[in-house]
Protein backbone atom coordinates (compact mmCIF):
# COMPACT_ATOMS: atom_id res chain seq x y z
CA UNK A 1 0.00 0.00 0.00
CA UNK A 2 1.53 2.95 -0.85
CA UNK A 3 -1.10 5.83 -1.28
CA UNK A 4 -2.97 7.18 1.85
CA UNK A 5 -5.57 9.93 1.82
CA UNK A 6 -5.83 11.30 5.64
CA UNK A 7 -9.61 13.48 6.18
CA UNK A 8 -9.12 16.16 9.15
CA UNK A 9 -5.54 16.12 8.49
CA UNK A 10 -5.03 19.26 10.73
CA UNK A 11 -7.11 17.91 13.92
CA UNK A 12 -5.65 16.18 16.98
CA UNK A 13 -5.42 12.43 15.43
CA UNK A 14 -4.96 13.92 11.70
CA UNK A 15 -1.60 15.49 12.99
CA UNK A 16 -0.30 12.80 14.47
CA UNK A 17 -1.20 10.22 12.00
CA UNK A 18 0.66 12.19 9.35
CA UNK A 19 3.74 12.66 11.55
CA UNK A 20 3.78 9.02 12.36
CA UNK A 21 3.82 7.46 8.45
CA UNK A 22 6.21 10.00 7.97
CA UNK A 23 8.43 8.51 10.77
CA UNK A 24 8.04 4.52 10.75
CA UNK A 25 10.44 3.33 8.08
CA UNK A 26 8.12 0.95 6.52
CA UNK A 27 5.54 3.82 5.40
CA UNK A 28 7.88 6.96 5.10
CA UNK A 29 8.16 6.46 1.12
CA UNK A 30 4.54 6.56 0.89
CA UNK A 31 2.73 9.34 -0.67
CA UNK A 32 0.41 11.05 1.39
CA UNK A 33 -2.22 13.28 1.15
CA UNK A 34 -3.94 15.44 3.93
CA UNK A 35 -7.11 17.36 3.52
CA UNK A 36 -8.53 19.80 6.03
CA UNK A 37 -11.75 22.13 6.07
CA UNK A 38 -9.68 24.52 4.60
CA UNK A 39 -9.59 22.19 1.77
CA UNK A 40 -13.50 21.70 1.21
CA UNK A 41 -16.28 20.50 3.72
CA UNK A 42 -16.52 16.95 3.89
CA UNK A 43 -20.67 17.36 3.77
CA UNK A 44 -20.00 18.42 0.10
CA UNK A 45 -20.03 15.39 -1.56
CA UNK A 46 -19.11 16.57 -5.26
CA UNK A 47 -16.07 18.31 -3.35
CA UNK A 48 -15.13 14.77 -1.88
CA UNK A 49 -15.28 12.75 -5.03
CA UNK A 50 -13.05 14.90 -7.05
CA UNK A 51 -10.18 15.29 -4.29
CA UNK A 52 -10.78 11.31 -3.58
CA UNK A 53 -10.79 10.74 -7.76
CA UNK A 54 -7.92 12.87 -8.45
CA UNK A 55 -5.61 11.50 -5.73
CA UNK A 56 -6.72 7.10 -6.22
CA UNK A 57 -5.67 6.41 -2.86
CA UNK A 58 -5.29 2.37 -1.49
CA UNK A 59 -6.52 3.57 1.67
CA UNK A 60 -8.85 6.56 3.30
CA UNK A 61 -7.77 7.35 6.99
CA UNK A 62 -10.71 9.56 7.71
CA UNK A 63 -10.51 11.28 11.20
CA UNK A 64 -12.52 14.42 10.33
CA UNK A 65 -15.97 14.78 12.73
CA UNK A 66 -17.51 17.12 14.14
CA UNK A 67 -16.14 16.33 17.31
CA UNK A 68 -17.00 18.56 19.76
CA UNK A 69 -20.23 16.60 22.09
CA UNK A 70 -22.14 19.59 23.20
CA UNK A 71 -21.99 21.72 20.20
CA UNK A 72 -23.39 18.25 18.24
CA UNK A 73 -26.10 18.67 20.82
CA UNK A 74 -26.71 22.05 20.19
CA UNK A 75 -26.58 21.62 16.72
CA UNK A 76 -27.88 18.27 15.24
CA UNK A 77 -28.40 19.16 11.33
CA UNK A 78 -24.39 20.30 11.73
CA UNK A 79 -23.67 16.50 13.55
CA UNK A 80 -26.05 14.94 10.99
CA UNK A 81 -23.87 16.42 7.81
CA UNK A 82 -20.35 15.85 9.18
CA UNK A 83 -20.01 12.81 10.63
CA UNK A 84 -22.56 10.43 8.51
CA UNK A 85 -23.09 12.24 5.03
CA UNK A 86 -19.60 12.75 5.55
CA UNK A 87 -18.84 9.34 6.21
CA UNK A 88 -21.17 9.02 2.93
CA UNK A 89 -19.07 11.42 0.45
CA UNK A 90 -16.30 9.03 1.42
CA UNK A 91 -17.63 5.85 1.34
CA UNK A 92 -19.07 6.60 -1.69
CA UNK A 93 -15.90 8.41 -3.29
CA UNK A 94 -13.78 4.69 -1.91
CA UNK A 95 -16.28 2.56 -3.67
CA UNK A 96 -15.72 4.71 -7.09
CA UNK A 97 -11.70 4.30 -6.59
CA UNK A 98 -11.83 1.02 -4.85
CA UNK A 99 -9.64 2.26 -2.17
CA UNK A 100 -10.16 0.84 1.35
CA UNK A 101 -11.36 2.91 4.25
CA UNK A 102 -10.46 3.19 7.87
CA UNK A 103 -12.92 5.29 9.42
CA UNK A 104 -12.68 6.80 13.49
CA UNK A 105 -15.52 6.26 15.56
CA UNK A 106 -16.20 6.76 19.31
CA UNK A 107 -16.65 4.97 22.41
CA UNK A 108 -19.51 7.31 23.09
CA UNK A 109 -21.86 4.77 20.77
CA UNK A 110 -22.43 3.27 24.08
CA UNK A 111 -24.62 4.24 27.23
CA UNK A 112 -21.85 3.19 29.30
CA UNK A 113 -24.43 1.92 31.95
CA UNK A 114 -23.18 -1.71 32.66
CA UNK A 115 -20.34 -2.15 30.63
CA UNK A 116 -19.49 -5.55 30.45
CA UNK A 117 -16.20 -7.08 32.41
CA UNK A 118 -13.20 -6.11 30.86
CA UNK A 119 -15.12 -3.52 28.50
CA UNK A 120 -17.37 -3.14 25.45
CA UNK A 121 -15.94 -5.70 22.67
CA UNK A 122 -16.30 -4.76 18.88
CA UNK A 123 -19.75 -6.75 18.58
CA UNK A 124 -21.74 -5.29 21.95
CA UNK A 125 -24.35 -3.48 20.87
CA UNK A 126 -24.59 -0.01 20.33
CA UNK A 127 -27.33 2.71 22.50
CA UNK A 128 -25.96 6.04 22.39
CA UNK A 129 -26.52 8.77 24.82
CA UNK A 130 -26.02 12.19 22.72
CA UNK A 131 -26.36 13.22 19.48
CA UNK A 132 -22.30 13.17 18.67
CA UNK A 133 -22.75 9.13 20.10
CA UNK A 134 -26.22 8.46 17.44
CA UNK A 135 -23.83 9.84 14.50
CA UNK A 136 -21.28 8.14 14.99
CA UNK A 137 -22.93 4.71 15.38
CA UNK A 138 -24.53 6.04 12.03
CA UNK A 139 -21.47 6.75 10.30
CA UNK A 140 -20.08 3.00 11.21
CA UNK A 141 -23.09 1.78 9.84
CA UNK A 142 -22.24 3.52 6.18
CA UNK A 143 -18.71 2.46 6.73
CA UNK A 144 -19.96 -1.07 7.54
CA UNK A 145 -21.81 -0.99 3.63
CA UNK A 146 -18.43 -1.06 2.00
CA UNK A 147 -17.66 -4.81 3.41
CA UNK A 148 -14.39 -6.18 3.63
CA UNK A 149 -12.58 -2.92 2.28
CA UNK A 150 -13.77 -0.98 5.45
CA UNK A 151 -12.96 -0.60 8.96
CA UNK A 152 -14.32 1.48 11.65
CA UNK A 153 -12.40 2.13 14.52
CA UNK A 154 -13.62 3.14 17.59
CA UNK A 155 -11.54 5.02 20.47
CA UNK A 156 -11.36 6.91 23.80
CA UNK A 157 -10.55 10.38 25.36
CA UNK A 158 -7.67 11.45 23.00
CA UNK A 159 -5.32 13.38 24.45
CA UNK A 160 -1.85 14.58 22.52
CA UNK A 161 -3.09 17.26 21.11
CA UNK A 162 -1.58 21.24 20.66
CA UNK A 163 -5.42 22.66 20.91
CA UNK A 164 -6.35 23.16 24.52
CA UNK A 165 -9.99 23.96 23.31
CA UNK A 166 -10.50 19.85 23.01
CA UNK A 167 -7.68 18.48 25.17
CA UNK A 168 -8.45 18.16 28.70
CA UNK A 169 -4.49 16.95 29.21
CA UNK A 170 -3.29 20.20 27.42
CA UNK A 171 -6.10 22.33 29.01
CA UNK A 172 -5.37 20.82 32.60
CA UNK A 173 -1.50 21.51 32.37
CA UNK A 174 -2.09 25.45 31.24
CA UNK A 175 -4.39 26.08 33.93
CA UNK A 176 -2.26 24.63 36.20
CA UNK A 177 0.76 26.29 35.21
CA UNK A 178 -1.03 29.65 35.64
CA UNK A 179 -1.63 28.66 38.98
CA UNK A 180 -5.67 27.21 38.14
CA UNK A 181 -6.34 23.86 39.75
CA UNK A 182 -7.79 22.30 36.74
CA UNK A 183 -11.75 20.99 37.94
CA UNK A 184 -11.30 17.42 36.39
CA UNK A 185 -14.72 14.94 36.35
CA UNK A 186 -13.84 12.14 39.16
CA UNK A 187 -17.02 9.99 38.04
CA UNK A 188 -16.60 9.60 34.87
CA UNK A 189 -14.58 6.40 32.97
CA UNK A 190 -12.90 5.49 30.11
CA UNK A 191 -9.40 4.78 28.25
CA UNK A 192 -7.85 7.83 27.86
CA UNK A 193 -5.60 7.37 24.78
CA UNK A 194 -2.65 9.39 23.28
CA UNK A 195 -2.73 10.41 19.72
CA UNK A 196 0.68 9.80 19.00
CA UNK A 197 -0.17 5.61 20.19
CA UNK A 198 -3.12 5.76 18.24
CA UNK A 199 -1.31 6.85 14.87
CA UNK A 200 0.87 4.31 15.28
CA UNK A 201 -1.34 1.71 15.87
CA UNK A 202 -3.27 2.73 12.67
CA UNK A 203 0.35 2.65 10.68
CA UNK A 204 0.24 -1.38 12.23
CA UNK A 205 -3.20 -1.53 10.69
CA UNK A 206 -2.21 -0.37 7.13
CA UNK A 207 0.96 -2.01 7.08
CA UNK A 208 -0.28 -5.49 7.80
CA UNK A 209 0.36 -8.26 4.97
CA UNK A 210 -3.70 -8.62 5.85
CA UNK A 211 -6.18 -6.00 5.71
CA UNK A 212 -8.39 -5.71 8.81
CA UNK A 213 -12.43 -5.19 7.91
CA UNK A 214 -15.10 -4.54 10.13
CA UNK A 215 -14.70 -2.91 13.87
CA UNK A 216 -12.18 -2.81 15.78
CA UNK A 217 -11.26 -0.87 19.67
CA UNK A 218 -7.96 0.63 19.70
CA UNK A 219 -7.02 2.45 23.00
CA UNK A 220 -4.12 2.64 25.47
CA UNK A 221 -4.56 0.29 28.59
CA UNK A 222 -6.24 1.44 31.72
CA UNK A 223 -9.78 3.13 32.77
CA UNK A 224 -9.54 6.00 34.61
CA UNK A 225 -11.23 9.53 35.10
CA UNK A 226 -10.07 12.89 34.09
CA UNK A 227 -9.80 13.31 37.33
CA UNK A 228 -7.39 10.01 38.11
CA UNK A 229 -5.85 11.59 35.13
CA UNK A 230 -5.00 15.08 36.30
CA UNK A 231 -3.70 13.37 39.50
CA UNK A 232 -1.23 12.06 37.76
CA UNK A 233 -0.48 14.57 35.61
CA UNK A 234 0.61 16.54 38.89
CA UNK A 235 2.80 13.19 40.18
CA UNK A 236 4.87 14.10 36.94
CA UNK A 237 4.65 17.76 37.19
CA UNK A 238 4.53 18.12 41.22
CA UNK A 239 4.06 21.97 40.65
CA UNK A 240 0.80 21.78 39.35
CA UNK A 241 -2.36 22.85 41.74
CA UNK A 242 -4.08 19.62 43.14
CA UNK A 243 -6.89 19.21 40.86
CA UNK A 244 -10.79 20.02 41.68
CA UNK A 245 -13.09 16.87 41.57
CA UNK A 246 -15.62 17.62 40.07
CA UNK A 247 -19.45 15.52 39.60
CA UNK A 248 -20.76 14.93 35.46
CA UNK A 249 -23.68 16.49 37.08
CA UNK A 250 -21.69 19.92 38.10
CA UNK A 251 -20.41 19.63 34.26
CA UNK A 252 -23.09 21.69 32.51
CA UNK A 253 -22.58 18.44 29.87
CA UNK A 254 -25.38 18.90 27.33
CA UNK A 255 -26.63 15.50 26.11
CA UNK A 256 -25.89 12.65 28.36
CA UNK A 257 -22.34 10.61 28.42
CA UNK A 258 -21.86 7.10 29.31
CA UNK A 259 -20.51 6.24 32.57
CA UNK A 260 -18.33 3.79 32.18
CA UNK A 261 -17.19 3.65 28.26
CA UNK A 262 -14.38 1.33 28.68
CA UNK A 263 -13.62 -0.01 25.40
CA UNK A 264 -12.28 -3.92 25.39
CA UNK A 265 -8.97 -4.43 22.91
CA UNK A 266 -8.87 -8.06 22.98
CA UNK A 267 -9.53 -8.13 18.69
CA UNK A 268 -6.25 -5.76 18.41
CA UNK A 269 -4.77 -7.52 20.77
CA UNK A 270 -5.14 -10.90 18.85
CA UNK A 271 -3.97 -8.97 15.91
CA UNK A 272 -0.29 -9.00 17.39
CA UNK A 273 -0.48 -5.13 18.90
CA UNK A 274 -1.25 -4.18 22.69
CA UNK A 275 -0.90 -0.41 23.45
CA UNK A 276 0.96 1.11 26.72
CA UNK A 277 -0.61 1.72 29.71
CA UNK A 278 -2.16 5.09 29.99
CA UNK A 279 0.22 6.57 32.88
CA UNK A 280 3.22 5.85 29.96
CA UNK A 281 1.56 7.64 27.68
CA UNK A 282 0.51 10.94 29.69
CA UNK A 283 4.54 10.92 30.54
CA UNK A 284 5.80 10.48 27.18
CA UNK A 285 3.55 13.02 26.17
CA UNK A 286 4.29 15.37 28.88
CA UNK A 287 8.46 14.32 27.98
CA UNK A 288 7.18 15.65 24.49
CA UNK A 289 6.18 19.43 25.55
N1 LIG B 1 -11.21 13.57 20.59
C1 LIG B 1 -11.64 12.48 21.21
O1 LIG B 1 -11.56 12.37 22.45
C2 LIG B 1 -12.22 11.33 20.42
C3 LIG B 1 -12.66 10.19 21.11
C4 LIG B 1 -13.19 9.12 20.39
C5 LIG B 1 -13.28 9.21 18.99
N2 LIG B 1 -12.86 10.33 18.36
C6 LIG B 1 -12.97 10.38 16.89
O2 LIG B 1 -11.65 10.39 16.37
C7 LIG B 1 -11.61 11.18 15.17
C8 LIG B 1 -10.52 12.24 15.29
O3 LIG B 1 -10.82 13.06 16.41
P1 LIG B 1 -9.93 14.32 16.78
O4 LIG B 1 -9.93 14.44 18.25
O5 LIG B 1 -8.65 14.27 16.02
O6 LIG B 1 -10.86 15.48 16.23
P2 LIG B 1 -10.43 16.98 15.89
O7 LIG B 1 -9.14 17.34 16.53
O8 LIG B 1 -11.63 17.81 16.16
O9 LIG B 1 -10.18 16.87 14.33
C9 LIG B 1 -11.23 16.71 13.44
C10 LIG B 1 -10.87 17.45 12.19
O10 LIG B 1 -12.01 17.42 11.34
C11 LIG B 1 -12.13 18.69 10.75
N3 LIG B 1 -13.49 18.97 10.38
C12 LIG B 1 -14.52 19.32 11.19
N4 LIG B 1 -15.61 19.53 10.46
C13 LIG B 1 -15.26 19.33 9.17
C14 LIG B 1 -15.96 19.42 7.95
N5 LIG B 1 -17.24 19.78 7.90
N6 LIG B 1 -15.30 19.15 6.80
C15 LIG B 1 -13.99 18.82 6.82
N7 LIG B 1 -13.27 18.71 7.96
C16 LIG B 1 -13.91 18.97 9.11
C17 LIG B 1 -11.68 19.66 11.80
O11 LIG B 1 -11.27 20.87 11.19
P3 LIG B 1 -11.14 22.22 12.07
O12 LIG B 1 -9.98 21.95 13.01
O13 LIG B 1 -10.83 23.25 11.06
O14 LIG B 1 -12.44 22.38 12.78
C18 LIG B 1 -10.53 18.92 12.46
O15 LIG B 1 -9.30 19.25 11.85
C19 LIG B 1 -13.03 11.72 14.99
O16 LIG B 1 -13.72 10.88 14.12
C20 LIG B 1 -13.64 11.64 16.37
O17 LIG B 1 -15.05 11.52 16.30
C21 LIG B 1 -12.32 11.40 19.04
Known amino acids: MARVYVT ?11 RALAEDPATAHWTVRGVSLQ ?17 RPDVVVHTA ?27 HACRRTGSRLVSLSSDYVFDGAAPPDGGYREDDLPSPLSVYGVTKAAGERVCALL ?6 VRTSWLFGGEDA ?18 ALVHDQYSRPTYTEDLARALVFLLTRPEPVSGTLHIANAGTASWHDVGLA ?33 GRLTALGLTLPHWRDALERFCARL
Open 65 to 91: AHAVVDDCERDPALALRVNVAGVRNVA
Open 147 to 152: GDRALS
Open 233 to 265: LRELRPHLPEPKPLAMTECGFVGGRPRDSTLST
Open 8 to 18: GADGMLGTALR
Open 165 to 182: RVDVVLAALRSGADGAPA
Open 39 to 55: DFDISDARAVADSVEAF
